[in-house]
């Protein structure tokens, strides 16, 4: 087992503490509480009964000699029970009377504890259960008990850029925001000074601001805190470093940033020459986060908390899920806007939810057309207010559409992935995906911003018939019933417009209103998920679309060079030339320079595990349970690099289809 493989026994804390830790130890592996928040099924790792049965003696010992009120609660369920555990009153001031927090959900009492003791966790722990307190509140009260100096305002004007005590690493500058604005709460009444270092702000602004004001506790995307630390005229030092937070560790590898947080731990100080406490939250334990926490956890100290229940039932299991499938991408924008209308109608129905809705699109360029197409179009007959979120904004521009669809009690976000994970966003009714997704995990991911605290909630999604065998393939055994309810999925587009559907005619005639440009950007960002077995396919839809559909002379144009890049080479029906739609370089949500036409790589840490008998991280795999995990063998192995993103290899060549009647849609089964 897990444990069993740290042999803690021969590290135990020195005789005198150890009455109380074994109590607090004792609990944490046995207990489970209630509290005013949705309630965790938690489980912990079972040791060797030796190691028990030793933990129950000392504690059996301790209480005979010891009066009940005088020993610390091992297991709160209040924030007001943290004194009484050694966390400055301050921080308990601030959480129980600033921020008007009473009980701890199950995900921070199970992991405050801990921390508190100073070792370093690893934890898998689902967003949404209140964890970025139960990270904050140890890392805090860490700098605090270093320097009990920084527990009064006063210190704050001490503070400097090159003393650095804690940082806070997280994948996305939207949940580095929020991270920083709850720490900023935190430490109201302290001397503790908080900075943010994230990508798409201006860093000589960031770097003023902190020379200026110091900063003890730096909230950090990867990319920035690296460049920060490799620069030497930054001034951003971190000499005397107590502690360290990694969140959502998986989705920082998602997203490519694994080069970074390499270079990032061997630029920080030497943990031999000053200890440091690591906490590592995931909410998945593939291989990738293993490797990663060798990297960063001290082997020999440190406990794996586990707070998903086996029993719990993943969010993709128990989300009602729709597929509509589409005779063509000409029909999913009518589609979306068919589901949005008929949705917000159920909504009106006694005892429904609000319809509060978060729609996914592939790339940057399809939500800034679908959000333009819904307010010119849809927006006064539903009457849902609705906003848009994607990396090509400025940070206040997604800081300002975050908090303003977290306050909505109604309303729509179009987004690209930048908020697929992380960013809490209460009550959303509905996960509304468009196009095929880029993995399985991602799926999950983002359905997962839906039906959280036991809330109920939809899920829906819409493609086109060239994505439906993709799909199929990644999506396999999840739960995932056609609705053949949405008239304009199977619309014919080549048909004279006074035959066709409303809502189709609206969208069409709207869509030719918008600037060339945006159509020629979402046009080029639909082949970022074709391979040579569908390629051709794409490009009839697409002319489709736009000749059928929107009656336009053709598609965009499309230079030969790209054509090739994009392996679409050998097919026909593609206009060659200078891009008289003007899409210029708006080829959607990149993060990295790998990346094409909005998709983020992939890229993760592979590995083996030469160790595996004498490695203590080894058997992290089997313990870490839920949703979401990488490992579906026969879906996509130990990923890697992608490479050419040719999906699922050389389909074969499926000859000439003849008619294209579109019914194949209609065999769609999940």
Avoid at 417 to 425: C, H, I, K, P, Q
Wanted: a positive charge; proline letters at 5%.
């Amino acid at each position: 087992m897990f444990r069993q493989s740290l042999k803690r026994c021969a590290h135990l804390r020195v005789a005198t503490a150890a009455p109380l830790l074994a109590r607090q130890n004792l609990s944490l592996l046995t207990s489970t509480t209630r509290s005013s928040r949705p309630t965790l099924q938690t489980t912990t790792i079972k040791l060797s009964n030796l190691f028990v049965r030793w933990h129950s003696e000392t504690a059996e010992a301790s209480a005979s000699e010891q009066p009940i009120e005088d020993v610390a609660p091992s297991h709160p369920t209040r924030f007001d029970e943290l004194p009484a555990l050694g966390v400055h009153p301050n921080l308990v001031k601030s959480i129980t009377h600033g921020m008007g927090y009473e009980a701890l959900s199950d995900v921070q009492s199970k992991t405050i504890v801990p921390a508190l003791n100073g070792t370093d966790l690893v934890a898998q722990a689902k967003t949404g259960t209140g964890k970025t307190l139960g990270f904050l509140v140890p890392v805090l009260q860490r700098m605090l008990q270093e320097d009990p100096s920084l527990g009064t305002r006063n210190a704050r004007y001490n503070a400097r850029a090159d003393d650095i005590r804690g940082i806070v690493l997280s994948p996305t500058r939207e949940l580095a925001e929020q991270i920083a604005a709850e720490a900023e709460k935190l430490v109201a009444g302290t001397g503790l000074v908080v900075q943010r270092a994230v990508g798409g702000t201006q860093k000589s602004r960031m770097l003023e601001k902190t020379r200026r004001q110091g900063c003890h506790l730096l909230v950090a995307t990867p990319g920035r805190l690296n460049d920060l630390l490799e620069d030497p005229r930054s001034g951003i030092r971190a000499p005397n470093l107590a502690a360290i937070v990694l969140d959502e560790a998986d989705r920082m590898l998602d997203v490519g940033f694994r080069g970074e947080l390499e270079e990032i731990v061997n630029k920080l100080p030497d943990v031999r020459e000053k200890p440091r406490q690591t906490l590592l939250f995931s909410a998945t334990i593939p291989k990738d986060v293993i490797q990663l926490a060798r990297q960063w956890v001290r082997a020999d100290n440190f406990d794996f908390i586990q707070t998903i229940s086996q029993g719990d039932t993943p969010t993709h299991e128990k989300v009602q899920q729709h597929i509509v499938p589409c005779r063509s991408w000409g029909n999913v924008l009518p589609a979306l806007f068919e589901v949005i209308g008929k949705e917000v109608e159920s909504a009106q129905q006694p005892g429904a939810m609000p319809f509060k809705a978060m729609v996914f699109l592939p790339s940057v360029a399809l939500v800034d057309l679908v959000s333009e197409t819904y307010h010119d179009g849809f927006r006064s007959t539903c009457g849902v207010p609705a906003l848009m979120i994607h990396s090509k904004l400025s940070q206040a521009q997604r800081s300002k559409a975050s908090d303003k669809f977290r306050t909505m009690k109604s309303g729509i976000l179009f987004s690209s992935d930048v908020t697929a994970r992380g960013m809490d966003f209460p009550n959303v009714s509905h996960v509304i995906q468009v196009g095929a997704p880029p993995d399985r995990e991602q799926y999950i991911h983002r359905l997962g911003r839906t039906g959280r605290q036991d809330k109920t909630g939809q899920g829906w999604l819409i493609l086109s018939e060239v994505d439906i065998p993709i799909c199929r393939s990644e999506l396999r055994g999840l739960p995932i019933v056609p609705n053949r309810e949405i008239e304009s999925a199977a619309a014919e587009l080549a048909t004279d417009p006074a035959e066709r559907l409303q809502i189709v005619n609206t969208t069409m005639d709207v869509l030719k209103g918008v600037p060339k440009s945006s159509l020629g950007a979402a046009y080029m960002s639909l082949f970022a998920r074709v391979n040579r077995s569908n390629a051709q396919d794409r490009v009839n839809e697409l002319r489709e679309w736009f000749v059928d559909g929107m009656g336009l002379e053709g598609t965009p144009r499309m230079a030969s060079n790209l054509a090739q890049k994009l392996g679409l080479g050998k097919v026909t029906g593609l206009n060659f030339g200078n891009d008289d739609f003007g899409s210029g370089n708006r080829d959607g949500d990149r993060r990295r320079s790998g990346s094409r036409f909005g998709r983020d790589d992939d890229r993760s840490f592979g590995g083996r595990d030469s160790h595996r008998s004498r490695d203590p991280f080894a058997s992290l795999s089997s313990e870490s349970r839920g949703g979401g995990d990488r490992a579906y063998k026969s879906y996509r192995g130990d990923r890697g690099d992608r490479g050419d993103r040719s999906y699922r290899g050389d389909r074969g060549d499926r000859g000439d289809r003849g008619d294209r009647k579109r019914d194949r849609y209609q065999e769609t089964s999940f």
